[in-house]
């Protein structure tokens, strides 16, 4: 039976180098809560494409009809471009999903994790390495 | 795989990499040992074949640094394709994009000597688990230390309150600027009469003069200070004065005065790796030598991507996101 063992421990190495650090930036992880998530339905007003922060900017309606203001923080378009974004991804109207971590606070604030567009297609900077590499990509 | 790639892949790979590879030809020998039969052999040796293929491709790509991929403007289908051909490698040739290395697991460094904390606490913040550990610092030095109110290492605060420089866009200054190779690598140019050090967040370029003069005996300050450097067989020496000391060295708040005297000691020991060693004095701030661990560059995969810091974007970023997002203070 160990010689079998070859296949898991590749697939485990494989895994290994295939996972990438989240991407940080000026701290603003002490701001949040890491190590809870939360999911949001909500419609895009401004996506922010910018140095040295990216955001998207969104209006979130609850169970009562009232319209929360939402902004989520992302890292800089060097680390955004590398994992499928663009300055054109995103636009005011669009219908999103948003997945991240909540403010300390209980403001309507978010550390960004990944988002479903509208297509339904997925955009995490998750595979980003921190200088903007994508960990399992040969340019 | 090419004769360049293999050769590439056999200076470039990481520790980590190179332990893992190891285990695998450990694990395979072994299996042979024990008899296995020929489609074991055949499995494994495919298996075997695509790990070190998988491997190699991604010491391939660091390889040439200056490939010229560029986030949001050239693709790769857009450049000539000699663009892939490296120069040979010269351990004098300091010349192309470096950036830390970011493979899964590595401590990314963001001060001379800076470390993991151990916490098992799992709702401390990444950004509060790493501390640098500076020499003992003078009564000046403590008092601008104290002074300094950062988001990251054990004193952190949330960004609203902190006063870190880098949080309105002003300037880093060296060698605060380098550990941003973190996350933006920085390009060495060579020239006849100086060395280039092009970072790329801020878009700032250091001189570094080969000419042959002397450091400045009375320099007015500069946020990158003034450097000078020479060649020592084929470690690239390079001395520093003259830094405004309104510039932190890191994120953790540690301070400097105007008398910081920096030697770095540049080697490339392979075509993909540069070692760097660092030494900082100030009597002014530190009581002793501040002695850096060797910190490693490897070539990055992409060109140099403008990065400006944009007053007016990061205003607006912390009007409406960061300063939201932290807690009041109480009344």
């Known amino acids: 039976m160990r010689r079998i063992s070859v296949s898991p421990f590749i697939l485990g190495v494989c895994f290994l180098f ?40 969104f209006d979130v309606t609850d169970e009562q009809g009232n319209v929360v203001h939402w902004g989520a923080e992302l890292g800089n378009p060097h680390q955004l471009s590398s994992a499928g974004f663009s300055r054109e991804v995103m636009k005011p109207g669009d219908k999103i999903t948003i997945f991240g971590h909540p403010s300390r606070n209980g403001a309507p604030r978010l550390q960004f994790d990944h988002v479903v567009l509208p297509d339904g297609h997925t955009l995490t900077t998750k595979n980003v390495k921190g200088n903007g590499e994508k960990a399992d990509t040969d340019y | 795989m090419s004769g360049t790639a293999l050769s590439t892949f056999a200076c470039d790979v990481s520790i980590h990499r190179s332990l893992a590879i190891l285990t695998i030809v450990f694990r395979f020998c072994g299996n042979l ?5 020929m489609r074991v052999y055949f499995r494994n040796a495919f298996l075997i074949g695509a790990a070190i293929l998988g491997f190699s491709l991604g010491a391939f790509a660091q390889t040439y640094g200056t490939k010229g991929y560029s986030p949001g403007a050239w693709k790769p289908e857009e450049l000539p394709k000699d663009l892939a051909t490296p120069k040979p490698y010269n351990p004098r040739d300091l010349s192309g994009v470096w950036s830390t290395p970011t493979t899964a697991g590595y401590f990314e460094r963001h001060s001379l000597n800076d470390k993991w904390i151990d916490t098992k606490d799992k709702k401390v913040p990444p950004q509060m688990r790493s501390d640098a550990s500076p020499p003992p610092m003078t009564a000046w030095g403590k008092a601008k230390f104290d002074a300094n ?15 870190d420089p880098v949080s309105q866009c002003e300037p880093l200054g060296y060698p605060r600027d380098l550990w941003e190779a973190n996350l933006r690598p920085f390009e060495f140019v060579q020239t006849p009469d100086r060395v280039l050090q092009h970072m790329q967040y ?20 500069a946020w990158y200070g003034y450097s000078v450097g020479h060649w020592e067989g084929d470690t690239f020496v390079v001395e520093s004065i003259g830094y405004d000391d309104r510039t932190w060295i890191d994120h953790f708040g540690n301070p400097h005065s105007d ?9 490339r020991t392979n075509q993909g790796t540069l070692l760097l060693d660092m030494t900082l004095t100030d009597p002014k701030t530190y009581t002793k030598p501040w002695v850096a661990e060797t910190i490693t560059f490897v070539n990055a995969k992409a060109a140099i991507f403008e990065e400006i810091c944009s007053p007016s974007e990061e205003r607006r970023f912390n ?11 109480k009344p």
């Open chain 1, 18 to 57: 295939a996972a990438a650090p989240l991407l940080a930036h000026h701290g603003t992880g002490v701001a949040y809560q890491q190590d809870k998530s939360i999911t949001l339905q909500g419609t895009v007003t401004d996506w922010v494409w910018a140095n040295p922060h990216c955001a998207i900017l």
């Open chain 2, 33 to 37: 040992s024990r008899g296995p039969s």
């Open chain 2, 149 to 163: 109110k950062v988001s990251y290492g054990p004193r952190a605060v949330e960004p609203e309150f902190n006063n």
């Open chain 2, 202 to 221: 801020h878009d700032v370029w250091r001189t570094i003069w080969t000419d042959g003069r002397a450091l400045p005996k009375d320099p007015d300050p």
């Open chain 2, 259 to 267: 008398q910081m005297h920096l030697v770095e000691r540049y080697r």
């Open chain 2, 319 to 329: 009007d409406e996101i960061r300063d939201s997002s932290a807690a009041k203070p």
